[in-house]
């Protein structure tokens, strides 16, 4: 049952990259980005 719900919240969040993406890292405190969000956010928002 869980990985049903966490299938569920995955597929609401906006696609990596796109500028829904983007504003809502924005939004989130720096320090509880990962890496991966960190390259992808200097790479498709920042770039």
């Known amino acids: 049952m ?3 719900i966490l299938f569920v ?3 609401c969040s906006p696609e990596v990259g796109s ?3 983007c504003e809502d890292l924005k939004e ?3 320090g509880d980005w ?3 969000e ?3 956010y ?3 928002c920042i770039l």
Request: negative net charge; charged residues 35%; glycine residues 0%.
């Open 2 to 4: 869980p990985t049903c």
């Open 9 to 11: 919240l995955s597929a």
């Open 19 to 21: 500028d829904n993406w």
């Open 28 to 30: 989130k405190d720096k």
């Open 34 to 36: 990962i890496l991966d």
């Open 38 to 40: 960190t390259a992808e």
């Open 42 to 44: 200097a790479r498709n």
